[in-house]
């Protein structure tokens, strides 16, 4: 759980302004006057418990950071943060494995909220060989492992529009969360660059983009080209902290080349 030291009204003031809105648009959507919720960011009036959690529900707090406010505001968190490993968590960590393993021949990966994997399918491992062996230790972390020079990066072919994927959606969680730890990822993956040749022509790789509305990961895997579209799975109502920064980022053939491999690898 996170401390902090502020008033509960300057977290209820940050939160709503990184989520730009004004005070009457937060007002109208928590249904109270602008007036009363001046006072609780100023610290004129003290939100009770209620009123804590009605306010982070409507600016969409993660739940870890709903805590820390209800800590400032002097009462209890509410929220479990427990370890994945927990007994308690049990279920969701069958459920987690029998995902992964539903989705074989084609890889998924789970990971927690910092991008650290927390478990992976068997058609994963083939896609990584190769890298260096200090990236794939624990705990692995998988944007830098995608995007290192001594990673997966010199056999994705198109590394500069994967690389704008992954550092767009970086800052859109970094906004979202304010999380330090993802900050300094985003500021380490923005220092590497392309490790070889602009990206390979579609027309050179042998695939188009496979939708037309997605970004593909192409990926020299031996000497076949790979082209997959990802899909990302989160728990729809989490009441723990860790289950809510647990996702499960799926990997999808977006050819029948592709296909074809994934299921020759997985019989070999």
């Known amino acids: 759980m996170i401390t902090n030291q502020r008033p509960v009204g300057d977290h209820l003031r940050e939160w709503r302004q990184r989520r730009r809105l004004s005070q009457l648009e937060l007002a ?5 006057s602008t007036r009363h919720l001046s006072f609780l960011e100023t610290g004129r009036a003290q939100p009770s418990r209620e009123m804590v959690l009605h ?19 002097g009462y209890a968190p509410v929220f479990p943060d427990r370890s994945l490993d927990d007994p308690a968590l049990a279920a969701a960590r069958e459920a987690i494995r029998l995902v992964l393993q539903g989705h074989e021949p084609s890889p998924a990966i789970a990971v927690d909220r910092h991008w650290v994997l927390v ?119 989490p009441i723990d902290v860790s289950l809510e920064q647990l996702a499960v980022e799926s990997f999808f053939p977006a050819d029948t080349v592709t296909a074809e491999a994934l299921r020759r690898m997985a019989a070999g």
């Not at 109208?28 to 109270?32: K, L, S, V």
């Not at 200090?134 to 500069?160: C, D, T």
């Open 28 to 32: 109208c959507e928590a249904d109270i």
């Open 55 to 73: 306010l982070a529900e409507r600016l969409d707090v993660p739940l870890r950071e709903r805590n820390a406010i209800l800590v400032a505001a």
């Open 119 to 237: 478990a992976a399918n068997r058609a994963v491992a083939p896609l990584i060989a190769g890298a260096d062996p200090a990236l794939l230790a624990p705990p692995m972390n998988v944007l830098r492992l995608s995007l290192h020079p001594q990673g997966m990066a010199p056999r994705i072919l198109n590394f500069s529009q994967w690389r704008g994927h992954i550092l767009d959606r970086l800052r859109r969680q970094v906004s979202a969360s304010a999380d330090p730890v993802l900050n300094d990822l985003l500021s380490e993956l923005e220092t590497y660059m392309a490790p070889g040749p602009i990206d390979a022509p579609d027309e050179a790789v042998g695939h188009g983009d496979p939708a037309g509305f997605v970004v593909p990961l192409r990926l020299r895997v031996g000497d076949q080209v790979l082209t997959f579209i990802s899909t990302t799975t989160v728990f729809g109502t």
